[in-house]
Each structure stands twice: as C-alpha cells, then as structure tokens.
C-alpha cells in the first residue's frame, strides 16, 4: 500500500487558518487523496478527498501539489471543535471491489487549538 | 437517516466469555467495515464486507475473532474466548461504492468499548 507522512502533532488558534501537510511520495497514478478526522470518543468521519484538482467542501479545502506527491488540507477558520486526530489516506480507485480498495489509517496528526 | 448504529456501547466481560458486538449500516450502503482502535496499534481494519459477502478478513487477528452479515442491514463481530488483550474500542463503518463512484466516503459508527477483565 502507499503510505503517507503526517506530523504527530499541531498546534493552531482559534479563528485562524490550519494548513496540515501530508508527504506520499510514492503515490500511484489511481490513488485518490482522502482525508479523515477523528474527535475526541467519536469514530473518525470523512473531510474531503480528490485525485488532482484543489477541491473545496463545506468543511475543508484540498490543495494538492503539482505533481501529487504531497497535499495539504487547509482549515480556514479553526474553531475549538476542529481539535481532532487527522487522518491522510492513499485509496487505490482501481481496486474497487477488491482486497485493496480500503480505508487504511496511519497515525496521523493530532490538531490542538488553543482558544 | 441515523447513520450507523452499533450496540453495545460500552461492555465488560470476563476473560473467556463470548463477546458479540453489532452493527446497523446505513439503509442502501453496501460495504461494511469492522475496525478495531487501541492506544498502542491505532486503528485497524480487521474484516470487509461487500454486497454481505466477506472480501477481505486478512486483518482478523485469529480463530477466536469472526464476523457475519447475514443480510444488507446487519452485521455481527463475535469474540470466543475473549481475552482481556481485546480490550479496545471496536468501530463499525458502512459505504456505497460503486464502479462509477469507487471513493464514496466512510460512515462510522460511534463504536462498541470493550473491556475484557
């Protein structure tokens, strides 16, 4: 599988911008870009994702280098319920059906964000 | 829609007791996920369901560990004997994936607590 590289951990405050970076540098051609997030007791929920284009949602933006081997996600404005661990995953959309197409954590990096 | 409903939320057993934790996907996804979640091994996948039919298990840790979908709107994931390294927070998640949409997001449940003493 590819993998990515994601800080342990950063800090942000409160109504400002969070930009977490994401290293995979080995991506393939047909892996899609996703982002999850996980607060506090609660199981992880989906962000955003995307191939090649900066993709913008209600939650989050996308920015996605040239030549795809790293992105980050841009939250504009953080707020305290923004403080969660988020996850950066390489999904193979090849693989659909198959033993590889499938949601793989790594660690991840924990958001704190100070008031 | 209520989003995905796993039971119990919380359960203490006892070493050598069978566990059986349940699942609700959302109405009309058809993948479903069983993930377990420790402080030391982080989230992990463990089986993989599509259209009620396993594809993946690789990820089962052993004998004791099985799971089932007998159909589109259940699942179970049975631990006999339990042993009190299963203790961990076990997260079911459901999707629709398609051939024309194959990155429809995941939605997880809030998951089941388990201790086993």
């Known amino acids: 599988d590819a993998k990515t590289t994601q800080p342990n951990s950063m800090e942000s405050n409160e109504e400002e911008p969070v930009h977490l970076p994401c290293n995979h540098s080995t991506i393939s051609g047909t892996d899609y870009i996703h982002w999850y997030r996980q607060l506090p007791s609660q199981g992880p929920e989906y962000v955003i994702h995307?191939?090649?284009s900066n993709v913008n949602n209600r939650m989050a933006s996308l920015a996605i280098a040239e030549d795809r081997k790293s992105s980050t996600l841009i939250l504009h404005r953080a707020t305290l319920r923004d403080a969660a661990v988020y996850y950066c995953i390489l999904r193979d959309v090849l693989a659909y059906g198959g033993a590889t197409n499938k949601l793989i954590f790594g660690t991840g990096t924990l958001l704190a964000v100070q008031p | 829609d209520a989003g995905v409903i796993q039971s119990p939320r919380h359960e203490v057993t006892e070493m050598g007791q069978e566990v059986t934790l349940r699942c609700k996907p959302i109405s009309g996804h058809n993948s479903l996920f069983w993930y377990r979640q420790t402080m030391m091994r982080g989230l992990e996948l463990l089986i993989y369901?599509?259209?009620?039919?396993?594809?993946?298990d690789s990820g089962m840790p052993e004998d004791r560990f099985s799971a089932k979908m007998p159909n589109a709107s259940f699942s179970t994931l049975k631990i006999q004997p339990s042993e009190p390294r299963d203790s961990a927070v076990y997260f079911c998640?459901?999707?629709?994936?398609?051939?024309?949409?194959?990155?429809?997001?995941?939605?997880f449940g809030s998951g089941t607590r388990l201790t086993v003493v």
């Open positions: 369901f599509n259209n009620n039919v396993p594809i993946d």
């Open positions: 995307g191939l090649t």
């Open positions: 998640a459901s999707s629709l994936e398609t051939v024309a949409e194959p990155n429809y997001g995941y939605t």
